[in-house]
């Protein structure tokens, strides 16, 4: 009964053991992770830096109506600062930077239509010019690969339809936007491809760091789990043996008794057999055999 219960509580307790716990999703986008906070921190020094060149420029700021200077300036450099120092602490760095990209096209809009009337200069540049490529990296950090092409390519093109549509669409601001314009899609350009290749190699390496632990985890489980049954199965051959000895001990009595009445019987016998001829031989002979044997002797 011993080595019957013992097999199936074992078993049940083999299946009844905790899976192991599953790897953090942290660990296997490690290099992602550090990555993504480094282009955050790098685009927020750039935008900073670039920040401080337009907001010197706006603050000489001609050519609109009364107030709307100001307006402009509050709705575009107070989402930057507050984008920048969300990228330095790595906190809420996608709805800041979604806010100035969404932003700052709006003011691109509304800005032919506040203008004071005064003839408009070719140079210097407006300041909004300084805030192309700023919205350009906050869609990097805000959106997705397809949106981030739209804003790279669309919000210089906008620019520059802002800039003829505020000079008349003379030559001369012709010529300005063909300098502007290209120097804003290269950089641009620059800023989404680095963006892009870095994210990529860092996505490789966490892909290959994962494939290394899970089939490095599958091998020690598969080892631990043969060591397991090893020694399960020497605990089961243990249980099962000392079973049997205690089952041989328990009928050894019985057997050795059989064996001591077996010889008393064995001892016995052969006074039996001697008694026998004995009383055979003191039985007196029957008559008919008697004559028989008498008349054979005669013969």
Do not use: K
Not at 247 to 257: F, L, N, S, V, W
């Amino acid at each position: 009964m011993t080595s019957q219960t013992e097999p199936d509580a074992l078993a049940d307790a083999w299946w009844l053991m905790p899976p192991a716990a599953p790897v953090p999703s942290s660990v296997s986008a490690f290099t992602s992770t550090r990555m993504n906070r480094a282009i955050n921190l790098i685009a927020g020094l750039a935008c900073l830096v670039l920040g401080a060149q337009a907001f010197l420029a706006a603050l000489g700021g001609e050519g609109l109506l009364a107030g709307w200077n100001d307006a402009f300036i509050i709705v575009c450099f107070v989402p930057l600062l507050l984008m920048c120092v969300c990228t330095s602490i790595n906190r809420f760095v996608v709805p800041m930077t979604a806010t100035f990209a969404l932003l700052y096209p709006v003011v691109l809009i509304v800005w032919p239509l506040v203008l004071d009337g005064q003839p408009v200069r070719v140079s210097p540049e407006p300041w909004i010019w300084f805030l192309i490529n700023v919205a350009t990296a906050a869609a990097v950090l805000a959106f997705e690969l397809p949106i981030q092409l739209i804003w790279t390519i669309g919000i210089p093109l906008l620019y520059g339809l802002v800039r003829l549509i505020t000079g008349g669409f003379a030559p001369e601001f012709w010529i300005a936007v063909a300098f502007e314009v290209p120097f804003a899609l290269i950089l641009g350009g620059v800023v989404l491809t680095l963006a892009l290749v870095f994210r990529r190699v860092a996505s490789n390496v966490d892909a290959a760091r994962s494939s290394a632990v899970a089939t490095y985890a599958s091998a020690a489980e598969a080892q631990a789990t043969a060591e397991e049954r090893v020694e399960i199965a020497g605990l089961m051959h243990d249980s099962v043996l000392a079973a049997l000895i205690a089952a041989e001990r328990a009928t050894r009595p019985a057997r050795a008794g059989a064996r001591r009445q077996h010889g008393a019987r064995g001892a016995r016998r052969p006074g039996q057999r001697r008694e026998r001829r004995r009383r055979r031989r003191a039985r007196p002979a029957h008559p008919e055999r008697a004559r028989d044997r008498a008349a054979g002797h005669r013969r």
